[in-house]
């Protein structure tokens, strides 16, 4: 069977990062590895347009198309498949990402243009069910692993079954998410070295933050590669692909402290000249002297440090299992004892705040001592517990998924106005960065013409905020 893997997304006006897509990458190596030929068409990489994927289709003799569904990414998902179907009404078509997985029962009937669906994880049930598909297999649609599925009209959601053993997936199919071949667009928009890409070392979480979905994607246990393995695959990326600069995607790589400094030392020992970033936030509460000082050995010099409320009230009921002090006792070790460079993570919008409960992160996040701040507007994500909350209660209703976007506000909470959020988002930014001491420290960071476009386009997009 001839698969095709898709990204409808296109960059031009949904996402600021365009990085390699990991989730198709370790989809295609799955299926490689169990014979199934793979191609991909990532409407992420440079000159990607819907124009080239119909040309795909129209080329290739696919039986299966894969299509990769962000909330926001809905509606052009749906006309992608509603194209594969118009071209070929014989050709199996499977949906999956962080949108089926968060909301497993709607999705089969939102898109009817799916065949079947996936939720969470993909590698173990996508090739059983294409095996059962070809007849090789012999086996019910209750026993593919994460599988959605219909049967006499009602959608099926299969429990939800994470993949034990990392290391048995194998490296992503790097040939087919070539980091060269997507624009300059690093996560968090600064970056010490280039070539740059992404890598991921662990998935799962352990906590139940409210605003977020991960766990019902990904499952509430944090399951680790094995070292050896990372280091294959950024030997592999530093040698075939010139890669400097590992930016590592994991919520929780710093919770399993004894895994994270076994990385560390592999790296260390290998002699690699590289730098290394974690741009999407670790857990504070994990970070110690020990650890701090093996990840810089490793190479890391950038931190995300996910805070999210400068309210103690708020972070409660986020359930983040942290305190004000505990964020400004974590802030200041890394100060002390490293040179590593730390950018907060705040939420804005989240449906519990008012107003002072916002001004409070403003504040919080200029007292500390950060280099940088990222402010991002609560979304209602499919599978979160306050996304599922408001719809219980009422309080979320006919939302546009076109609109669950990170330059437009979807929803806000009752006792604020949507051009109020407008207004504390810009005041947000503007007052933390406008200060001379973080100007000049951003400047330092710019390391060439392409990287300072990037940026001014990031400061675009943010500052052209619009209510949804």
């Known amino acids: 069977m001839n698969v095709l893997l898709i990204n409808p997304l296109t960059p031009e006006r949904r996402m600021i990062h365009n990085t390699p897509n990991l ?16 191609d991909m068409c990532d409407g992420m990489k440079t000159g990607m347009s819907y124009e080239k994927l119909r040309q795909r289709l129209l080329r290739g003799d696919y039986d299966v198309a894969g299509v ?3 909330t926001c990414t809905v509606k052009r998902a749906k006309a992608v498949l509603g194209m594969i179907k118009g071209l070929n ?3 199996i078509t499977v949906i999956g990402g962080p949108h089926p997985s968060g909301d497993p029962e709607g999705v089969l009937n939102d898109i009817r243009e799916a065949d079947f669906s996936f939720r969470g994880e ?4 996508l090739p059983e069910l294409l095996k059962k598909l070809r007849g090789d297999k012999n086996m019910d649609f209750a026993d593919i692993h994460n599988l959605v599925w219909r049967v006499n009209g009602k959608v099926i959601a299969n429990p939800l079954q994470p993949v034990q053993d990392l290391d048995s997936v194998g490296l992503p199919s790097w040939d087919l998410i070539n980091p060269h071949e997507y624009p300059y667009s690093p996560i968090g928009a600064f970056a010490r070295r280039c070539p740059l890409t992404t890598i991921s070392c662990s998935r799962g979480c352990a906590h139940s933050c409210t605003f977020c979905a991960n766990t019902r994607i990904m499952g509430k ?8 393995s990372i280091l294959e695959e950024i030997r592999l990326l530093y040698s075939m692909y010139g890669i400097r600069e590992f930016q590592i995607v994991d919520d929780c790589f710093t919770s399993n402290k004894q895994n994270a400094i076994d990385v560390c030392r592999e790296i260390i020992k290998s002699g690699l000249d590289i730098s290394i970033s974690f741009p999407n936030g670790v857990r504070i509460e994990s970070l110690d002297e020990e650890l701090l000082h093996y990840l810089e050995l490793a190479g890391c010099y950038s931190l995300g440090m996910a805070i999210e409320s400068g309210s103690q009230r708020i972070m409660d009921h986020m359930r983040r299992g942290q305190t004000l002090a505990l964020v400004e006792e974590k802030v200041s070790l890394v100060k002390k004892t490293s ?4 950018s907060g993570f705040f939420i804005i919008g989240y449906p519990e705040e008012e107003e002072d409960d916002i001004l409070r992160t403003i504040g919080f996040a200029k007292k500390l001592p950060l280099h940088r701040a990222n402010f991002t507007l609560w979304m209602p994500v499919p599978g979160s517990e306050m996304t599922e909350r408001l719809r219980k209660d009422g309080r979320l209703k006919d939302l546009d998924t076109d609109n669950v976007v990170i330059n437009k506000i979807s929803w806000a909470p009752g006792k604020i106005e949507k051009d109020r959020i407008r207004k504390l988002f810009i005041k947000a930014y503007s007052s933390f960065y406008l200060r001379p001491k973080i ?17 001014l386009s990031r400061v675009f997009c943010l500052f052209s905020l619009k209510s949804g």
């Not at 989730?23 to 793979?38: D, E, Q, S, T």
């Not at 993909?122 to 049930?125: D, I, K, R």
């Not at 246990?221 to 050896?228: D, F, S, V």
């Not at 040179?339 to 730390?342: P, V, Y």
């Open 68 to 70: 990769q569904v962000l």
């Open 122 to 125: 993909g590698e173990e049930g």
């Open 339 to 342: 040179k590593i460079r730390m």
């Open 89 to 91: 009404p014989e050709i």
């Open 439 to 455: 100007l000049i420290g951003l400047l330092t960071e710019i390391r060439n013409f392409e990287q300072l476009k990037f940026i």
């Open 221 to 228: 246990q944090l399951r680790t590669r094995g070292k050896a």
């Open 23 to 38: 989730g198709l990458g370790y989809l295609a190596a799955a299926l490689r590895k169990r014979g199934f030929h793979v």
